[in-house]
């Protein structure tokens, strides 16, 4: 049985009733215009007013914890339904369901098998969007022969089949950060970030109309703004729009947005008109880092009653890009002069308790792969549950075939059991930490050998090895320690005695790990002929 995101806690009762209207960036039929206080692109049917709550419990943040960068939502119904950034990790865009915004449970993805048919790699920024009965996804990926551009798909229900509808845009330099916004005459726009900065250009924002069938960009674009403050360094993106009382708000993010060296922040811009004038605040950045969270930005609007908050991506200090950018919400109120304040201008440094609830036991037992299993977006492995057993087709590639789930916590152990006498000729086998397929530290089992080995930068490294114990039930288990210290084990007899690996017991230094956008998954790996499959029995992971 696989838990993973089965329950996003039982902390926050204060959301249990949210009536939540959203649209959250990176990165809705033609109706009059939106009522004021909407903070969504489509017309919704009111909830009840509800007194406001003279004083709101602490925010138990990470409300989306793991990696999940520019988280998105909206609602449907009762039920709310989230996605955010794969980038190269398969299957595409997860698709979260909640009642209430915190107890989320992934029941799917927008591509579940393959990408669509006109990108490659770099799956950015999802818009989730609901209107008139049927849900939207706009995204970002990298055009197969080209550069970045904003796609689009649509499905009847917002737990899919999606049908894509390429890609709406896509500019010499790059396009990302798609968001659906209807002007003050409820008129459909397009607006997105031209990605001026991976050419050492500014990065105008853009807005264009967008016909009612999501497949087409109509007319000439309008330039919103563009990245001319200091704080905003080379680059503003992941727009999100709301409006309230007169002005549409345009939230953002600027500066560097992933790795150790991130510099994000978040700003905000008004205009009564979507195509403007614009009117930056003169007083952004309006959410920074604080001693727990670190380069907020790229978020979605969400009213409560009568209180605001921000549904963004941050950093945790504490293992930093090891986790991953994670879902973090954030009050902010309007001052007398109509602009948006964050309580104490930073993010929450209110923290998640329960770590259980994001413990992982796979013991393969139902007819498919698990939902919460992802892959490298260009090496799709072969696989199949059968059984008991994951089967788990070689490649020979010298990463292999990879498989791995995300990681929440800084410290925690990872385990997996084969039987290494059924192993074919020229396999190697077990368990991995993955930073992608190029970086990657492993222990497995293989030709009469145990091989501790890292990929780095794409070149291999033994790191030791040992005799094959004898034995049909091998577990290897790796411990994580402060986010990129690793230690690897193995037992001979299912986890009842355990020997190092290396024998010294030492960390092996992980810090090379994650990519710049996302956080170190951990999970198994076949390496070798195309024509050879390992059976694993079982895989566990324990946060600490």
Not at 191 to 218: F, Y
Not at 412 to 425: C, E, G, R, S
């Amino acid at each position: 049985m696989t838990t993973l995101l089965s329950s996003f806690s039982k902390k926050a009762g204060w959301l249990a009733t949210l009536g939540l209207s959203v649209v959250i960036g990176c990165q809705p039929p033609a109706t009059a215009t939106q009522p004021a206080d909407n903070p969504t692109a489509t017309a919704v049917t009111p909830e009840p007013a509800a007194p406001a709550t003279p004083t709101a419990p602490p925010i138990p943040n990470p409300v989306l914890p793991g990696d999940f960068p520019d988280p998105s939502v909206t609602k449907v119904g009762t039920n709310y339904w989230a996605t955010a950034t794969s980038s190269n990790w398969g299957p595409v865009f997860p698709l979260l369901k909640s009642d209430n915004l915190t107890d989320w449970k992934i029941v799917g993805h927008v591509f579940p098998e393959m990408p669509p048919s006109w990108a490659d790699y770099y799956f950015w920024a999802p818009e989730i969007n609901q209107d008139n009965g049927k849900t939207y996804v706009y995204y970002s990926a990298h055009k197969k022969g080209g550069n970045l551009a904003v796609g689009v798909a649509s499905a009847d229900r917002p737990e899919g089949p999606y049908r894509d509808h390429g890609f709406l845009v896509g500019q010499p330099a790059g396009s990302i950060d798609g968001f659906p916004m209807r002007d003050e005459k409820g008129q459909l726009y397009l607006v997105w970030k031209e990605d001026g900065n991976s050419v050492k250009e500014p990065t105008p924002i853009w807005a264009q109309r967008l016909n009612e069938e999501r497949t087409a960009l109509t007319g000439e674009k309008t330039e919103l703004f563009r990245n001319t403050a200091p704080w905003e360094g080379n680059l503003v993106e992941g727009v999100a729009m709301v409006r309230h009382n007169d002005y549409f708000y345009a939230f953002y993010a600027a500066n560097g947005c992933c790795g150790s060296g991130c510099t994000y922040a978040t700003g905000v811009a008004r205009a009564k008109n979507l195509l403007g004038p614009w009117e930056k605040y003169d007083k952004n950045p309006i959410l920074t880092p604080n001693d727990t969270w670190k380069c907020p930005g790229h978020g979605t609007v969400v009213q409560h009653d009568n209180r605001w908050y921000f549904l963004h991506h941050a950093y945790k200090n504490e293992g930093f890009q090891n986790i991953g950018r994670q879902g973090v919400l954030s009050e902010f109120t309007w001052n007398a002069e109509g602009w948006p304040e964050f309580t104490g201008g930073s993010t929450p440094a209110t923290q998640t308790a329960n770590l259980e609830q994001y413990d992982v036991t796979d013991e393969f037992e139902g007819p498919a792969l698990g939902l919460a299993w992802q892959w490298p977006v260009t090496a799709k492995p072969k696989i199949a549950v059968r059984e008991g057993k994951l089967q788990l087709t070689a490649r020979p590639e010298v990463a292999g075939a990879m498989l791995g789930q995300t990681t929440y916590t800084t410290n925690y152990i990872a385990t997996t059991q084969l039987d290494p006498t059924t192993l074919p000729t020229g396999v190697q086998a077990g368990l991995t930490t993955i930073g992608n397929v190029e970086n990657t530290l492993a222990l497995t089992a293989g030709g009469g050998k145990l091989r501790l080995w890292q990929l780095k930068k794409g070149k291999r490294e033994n790191m030791g090895e040992v005799a094959l114990p004898k034995g049909k039930n091998l577990t290897l288990r790796v411990q994580a320690e402060g986010g990129n210290k690793y230690r690897f084990a193995y037992s001979p007899d299912g986890g009842q005695t355990w020997q190092n690996m290396p024998a010294s017991g030492d960390a092996i230094d992980g810090s090379f790990l994650p990519p710049w956008d996302l956080g170190v998954r951990v999970g198994v790996l076949a390496q070798g002929p195309s024509s050879a499959t390992v059976a694993f029995d079982r895989f566990t992971l324990d946060n600490q």
